[in-house]
């Protein structure tokens, strides 16, 4: 695979860092030379947070440029949004948990939350897909990340990313009974 950029975004809480954690580890363990940063300033407030990780062989820094995301991975509908407009690329793709946070920029009411007719004409303005997950059954918000994880193995976007090393790369990263919790949910 070329280079190779994957986008993650949400607020502060719902599992951003096991996320990308969960994305580098089975990335890896499908064959891929990946890196990956996060960031963690508002992740107490309520903020933005994101990971960046980066798949190939000639990728020199982790972060995703932007317009050059090939997926965009979000936990949350406005945070997905913002995401297509600045780090998706032209016939980029983007999977997001249709959960909506009062995030800073609702509160204060500088931003609306997009509805689906809006959030479609913004991917197609790219020309790219867009996936809309929710489940009714999540018995933790926490557990949207591992959702996520689960439609990705299904829709095959990623090369070798599999249920198989999902499963590995939880079974190193939890314990107990919130892995067999999140092993469920996949």
């Given at each position: 695979m070329k280079e190779f950029n994957i986008y993650m975004c949400g607020?502060?809480?719902q599992g951003i860092g096991l996320l990308a954690e969960m994305m580098i580890r089975?990335?890896?363990k499908a064959g891929y030379e990946v890196k990956g940063v996060d960031t963690h300033g508002l992740a107490q407030r309520g903020g933005t947070v994101?990971?960046?990780l980066r798949i190939g062989k000639k990728v020199h820094t982790p972060l995703v440029p932007p317009g050059q995301a090939d997926i965009v991975i979000a936990l949350e509908r406005l945070e997905a949004l913002r995401a297509v407009h600045t780090m998706m690329k032209d016939e980029g793709k983007v999977i997001f948990y249709d959960v909506r946070y009062q995030t800073v920029d609702n509160r204060l009411g500088t931003q609306?939350?997009?509805?689906?007719?809006e959030f479609e004409i913004a991917v197609k303005s790219k020309h790219g897909q867009v996936v809309r997950v929710f489940r009714d059954d999540v018995p933790d918000p926490r557990m949207q990340n591992v959702v996520l994880i689960s439609e990705l193995i299904k829709l095959e976007w990623i090369d070798g990313f599999s249920k198989k090393f999902v499963v590995e790369s939880?079974?190193?990263l939890m314990q107990g009974k919130g892995l067999e919790k999140n092993l469920k949910l996949l």
């Open positions: 607020v502060g809480g089975t990335c890896s994101v990971s960046h609306k939350y997009p509805d689906m007719d939880l079974t190193e």
